[in-house]
């Protein structure tokens, strides 16, 4: 593990009403051990009995800015294979005849493999963690580790793949076995599951008292469809079942009632909503005005690249404000600042990681730097605003995550990958991958 001092930075530190400063960032191993402005650094020693460490790099950020990395709150990593070949269809087609299909002849290899390329555009994107569904759990933690990137996964159970006992065993076997790793109780949807599945979720949540998480409420056709099967809204039933008990996240959420809203309130359900894939998908618009002036937290997922196709928080942050303001007719619905919390401290509590949330001494050291010199920042006047409204891709010159730097653009803008492969390598394979898949 290597020191590094981060200095001549603007810093965005997340706490709340902490406004921007200009100052630096110490990080020691996989901590961060100081922010501040330097004045404080006399009763900074006094208090910690330390003395400045010895760097191993010293970055001088020339006014640009520092803050938490995004965190991607619900994906599906390693559907990279069906980016751009499973295009402008609705979700039931999309789902039966390009996703299921071809998923089916995907190996644990595979999967690691279109993993290990998804990883690559999250570093672009500034994302350091992720909340993951999808098939082979094993491969995809062994991906993510290897790479270096904050992984949560969820359990996936359906009519046709996985099954409890297989959630259970991840659970117990997953959890613990790295410190960037994770697992968590889901299962895929209520219309791909039977109640007795549904039953059995419910009592492995009771067992163990964890959290359960699941796309819920994505379109119209899957509440109309559930409220004919039992004469209640998907959140309703769940609730109902006893899944609900321990809190959890929902994803998608386009079409609650205020009755489905009330139920999400009362069990501390979150929310993850995914603005490009429900628009790609036609699925329809999240009602997020209507979550925070309830009090429902709210995070933010790109969904997987084949709905989305891009994994883009940049593109998601604009979404989510710019959707909202035209679902309600309201220009000043679901401001810059409020989005920027959900896509950071928001997500962070949603994957479980609050230690992830802000910079701060003694938080884990996940953060990224953002280009300001760049002319969709210019003139610096809000940055909140600017990395909302106009932020991108192009506008990340660091991913850092654990203390590692896994993304730089620092030396002449050259984008370098610290991840242990080369790049073109994981490229090649997934085009191998694709062309097996596809024949």
């Known amino acids: 593990m290597k020191n590094y001092r981060f200095y001549n930075a603007r810093i965005l530190t997340m706490r709340e009403g902490e406004p921007i400063f200009t100052g630096e960032v110490w990080v020691e191993g996989d901590t961060i051990r100081y922010v501040g402005d330097g004045r404080d650094l006399d009763d900074f020693y006094k208090r910690t009995g330390q003395n400045a460490p010895r760097w191993d790099r010293e970055i001088d950020c020339r006014g640009n800015l520092l803050m938490p990395g995004f965190k991607n709150a619900h994906t599906h990593s390693a559907m990279t294979f069906l980016r751009s070949s499973a295009d402008d269809m609705p979700l039931s087609d999309w789902l039966n005849q390009q996703v299921f299909p071809y998923e ?28 993951e569904m999808y098939l082979t759990p094993e491969s995809i933690a062994d991906a993510f580790e290897e790479m270096g990137l904050r992984l949560v996964q969820v359990g996936a159970v359906n ?9 259970e065993e991840w659970f117990r076997t997953l959890n613990g076995r790295s410190p960037l790793t994770s697992f968590r109780l889901g299962f895929h949807a209520e219309y791909t599951c039977s109640r007795e599945l549904l039953e059995q979720m419910a009592a492995l949540s009771h067992k163990y008292q964890a ?24 959140v309703a039933l769940l609730n109902e079942l006893g899944l609900f008990e321990y809190g959890g996240a929902g994803y998608h959420l386009v079409h609650t009632t205020p009755e489905d809203r009330a139920i999400l309130k009362q069990k501390g359900i979150a929310v993850v909503t995914n603005p490009a894939s429900n628009t790609k998908l036609a699925s329809g618009i999240a ?52 989005v920027l919390k959900m896509a950071t401290v928001n997500g962070a509590h949603v994957l479980g990681q609050p230690q992830t949330d802000s910079l701060a001494e003694g938080k884990l050291a996940d953060m990224i730097l953002i280009d ?19 932020g991108s891709k192009l506008n990340v010159l660091m991913t850092m995550v654990n203390g590692h730097i896994l993304y730089d653009r620092l030396q002449g803008g050259r984008a370098v990958y610290h991840v242990g492969e080369d790049p073109a390598a994981i490229y090649e394979r997934a085009a191998q991958i694709r062309d097996r898949i596809f024949a």
């Open 104 to 131: 089916a002849k995907l190996t644990p290899e595979d999967i690691y493999t279109l993993s290990k390329l998804a990883i690559l555009e999250y570093l672009t994107s500034g994302i350091t963690a992720v909340m």
């Open 159 to 167: 009519n046709f793949s996985q099954s409890v006992d297989q959630v």
């Open 211 to 234: 959290p359960v998480y699941t796309h819920i409420a994505e379109t119209k056709a899957e509440v109309e469809g559930c409220v004919e099967r039992y004469g209640k809204t998907p």
């Open 287 to 338: 009602p997020i005005a209507d979550y925070l002036r309830e009090g429902i937290p709210v995070a933010i997922g790109t969904d997987g690249p084949a709905s989305n196709n891009c994994l883009d928080m940049f593109r998601e942050m604009f979404l989510v404000t710019g959707l909202a303001k035209l679902r309600e007719g309201d220009a000043s619905a679901v401001p810059a600042g409020e």
């Open 372 to 390: 300001l010199e760049q002319p969709n920042m210019q003139p610096i006047q809000n940055i909140e605003s600017n990395l909302v409204y106009s």
